[in-house]
Nanobody, 114 residues
Framework: VQLQASGGGLVQAGGSLKLSCAAS????????MGWYRQAPGKQRELVAT???????NYADSVKGRFTISRDNAKNTLYLQMNGLKPEDTAVYYC?????????WGQGTLVTVSS
């Protein structure tokens, strides 16, 4: 499966962005999907995950501000980000766990100015 992330950009603190991750095949049967991010000089970290049953999990740092969702009909994963902070600045990656391995998108840059 190929993943194409989009929606990143430059936004002021307190603003919002919605990231999308389009898959090259049906995601209906894919259980685990998620968003990760990597800030400059830091390790990649979990942002949020969602299962086929729509069970979600969030990093403490984004709880109450970010919402992960999926549209199986459009084969797309989303991340709605509200109340953005400068510390949210990072390259955001989508991924899926399929056939016992992770597949990653190419990343989309989110820059939050103070």
């Amino acid at each position: 499966v190929q993943l194409q992330a989009s929606g990143g950009g430059l936004v002021q603190a307190g603003g919002s962005l919605k990231l999308s991750c389009a898959a090259s095949r049906s995601i209906f049967s894919i259980n685990d999907m998620g968003w990760y991010r990597q800030a400059p000089g830091k390790q990649r970290e979990l942002v949020a995950t969602i299962t086929r049953a729509l069970r979600t999990n969030y990093a403490d740092s984004v709880k109450g501000r970010f919402t992960i969702s999926r549209d199986n009909a459009k084969n797309t994963l989303y991340l709605q980000m509200n109340g953005l902070k400068p510390e949210d600045t990072a390259v955001y990656y989508c991924n899926v766990f399929l056939d016992s391995r992770f597949y990653w998108g190419q990343g989309t840059l989110v820059t939050v100015s103070s």
